[in-house]
């Protein structure tokens, strides 16, 4: 069985699995400028904050690959790229990867590069590093979380733990492998996972369509229960399954451990340390920003009013095969009634008890705050000072 790919590229070509029609169609839609990426991340085609700025990179790299028109000098080169750049950034404000990639993609563009060619050629490059790095970065987060769960949460191939995630950080919201349920693969593969969790992530519903597709495309044992069922599952089969911990992937993680993920992470938090279950994010570092220092200072990205008032999904024939998506309305069609649809929402640190990322994991200190110096000193020495 092949491995499961959100993002498939080779210079020039880019395809992107298009997410919204899993679990019941794959489908690659060919991504070949800057706007066909914003249109693929914004749509939520492809989601994930590592995905996100892997496609936005990638995307352009494709387009500039694919140009023939002349380039009129090195600097009018970079502030196309510059611009082309700030413009993908508004595709999902939250997700902090996609500031990282941006921030690293025009550093290295006027590190060296002499001519527009050569500006065009670094950008190229430094967008596959971005791309190939990730997977790596996955794979140690996926280590270090086993390690800790093994030490903090009793992990073992004799008393094999149970866990919940929300949302979908697997490998279609990563290059590969996944953040959050890169640990749970690692588990998994080491003995040590009795059962996996997985919400169902209202109102995108990420977590029964994509990530309980992948937890049985791994052969991991699962079960979906909807997003209001999680303090009934703690309460009721907690210690039947040894469910040790919740874990969760980030979109930001703030200077002082404030998480903003998918919404209802937050609520999760409360219930995990009403019933003495471990709660941990699991986050490369590119999703740390230094330069927020609390989760007030996020902005929460708040999506169109028909995401909660109807549902698109696959129609089921009386014989039981899919037939085409169609749209069904689930609430009221009366304009009156308003509606919230916040995309995030944030998880104060005080309620984390470990943040895993591909350089070690951090847990929290006397003072109920996450200290990064150590695993990003040179960030935080240019930030923090």
């Known amino acids: 069985m092949s491995a499961l790919q959100a993002v498939k590229y080779s210079r020039g070509s880019l395809q992107v699995l298009d997410q919204l029609r899993l679990p019941h169609e794959f489908h690659y839609e060919a991504v070949t400028n800057r706007t066909e990426a914003w249109e693929s991340i914004a749509s939520m085609?492809?989601?994930?904050?590592?995905?996100?700025?892997?496609?936005?990179?990638?995307?352009?790299?494709?387009?500039?690959?694919?140009?023939?028109?002349?380039?009129?000098?090195?600097?009018?080169?970079?502030?196309?790229?510059?611009?082309?750049?700030?413009?993908?950034?508004?595709?999902?404000?939250?997700?902090?990867?996609?500031?990282?990639?941006?921030?690293?993609?025009?550093?290295?563009?006027?590190?060296?590069?002499e001519s527009?060619?050569?500006?065009?050629?670094?950008?190229?490059?430094?967008?596959?590093?971005?791309?190939?790095?990730d997977l790596q970065t996955n794979l140690s987060i996926g280590d270090h979380g086993a390690n800790w769960l093994k030490t903090h949460a009793g992990a073992s191939s004799s008393s094999q733990i149970s866990v919940l995630t929300h949302c979908n950080t697997g490998?279609?919201?990563?290059?590969?492998?996944?953040?959050?349920?890169?640990?749970?693969?690692?588990?998994?593969s080491n003995n040590l996972l009795k059962h996996a969790f997985c919400t169902e992530t209202r109102p995108y519903n990420q977590g029964s369509r994509l990530t309980?597709?992948?937890?049985?495309?791994?052969?991991?044992?699962?079960?979906?229960?909807?997003d209001s069922m999680a303090a009934s599952l703690f309460r009721t089969r907690g210690k039947e399954e040894n469910l040790a911990a919740v874990i969760v992937g980030a979109d930001r993680v703030v200077r002082?451990?404030?998480?903003?993920?998918?919404?209802?992470?937050?609520?999760?938090?409360?219930?995990?340390?009403?019933?003495?279950?471990?709660?941990?994010?699991?986050?490369?570092?590119?999703?740390?920003?230094?330069?927020?220092?609390?989760?007030?200072?996020?902005?929460?990205?708040?999506?169109?009013?028909?995401?909660?008032?109807?549902?698109?999904?696959?129609?089921?024939?009386?014989?039981?095969?899919?037939?085409?998506a169609s749209k069904v309305r689930i609430a009221t069609a009366d304009q009156r009634i308003n509606v919230w649809n916040p995309a995030f929402d944030v998880t104060p640190a005080e309620l984390?008890?470990?943040?895993?990322t591909e350089r070690g994991t951090v847990e929290k200190g006397a003072d109920g705050t996450f200290d990064f110096s150590q695993i990003m000193p040179e960030r935080w020495s240019l930030i923090v000072g």
């Open 45 to 113: 085609r492809v989601r994930g904050a590592p995905a996100i700025a892997i496609v936005a990179s990638l995307g352009l790299a494709v387009e500039l690959s694919n140009s023939s028109a002349p380039k009129e000098s090195r600097d009018a080169t970079i502030a196309e790229i510059d611009e082309a750049l700030d413009y993908l950034k508004t595709s999902r404000p939250t997700a902090v990867d996609l500031t990282n990639a941006i921030n690293q993609l025009k550093a290295r563009i006027r590190e060296g590069p």
């Open 352 to 356: 984390i008890d470990a943040i895993v």
């Open 256 to 324: 002082n451990g404030d998480t903003a993920n998918k919404v209802g992470t937050y609520q999760l938090a409360v219930l995990a340390r009403h019933h003495g279950i471990k709660f941990i994010v699991a986050a490369p570092t590119t999703s740390i920003d230094l330069e927020t220092k609390t989760g007030d200072g996020i902005k929460i990205e708040e999506r169109k009013r028909e995401e909660l008032t109807q549902i698109t999904g696959a129609v089921i024939k009386p014989d039981g095969s899919v037939d085409k």
């Open 171 to 188: 490998s279609l919201a990563t290059s590969g492998h996944g953040t959050a349920l890169g640990i749970i693969r690692t588990l998994y």
């Open 212 to 226: 309980a597709f992948e937890l049985v495309f791994e052969g991991i044992p699962s079960t979906l229960i909807t």
């Open 116 to 133: 527009a060619d050569d500006v065009v050629q670094a950008f190229v490059a430094e967008a596959e590093k971005i791309f190939e790095k």
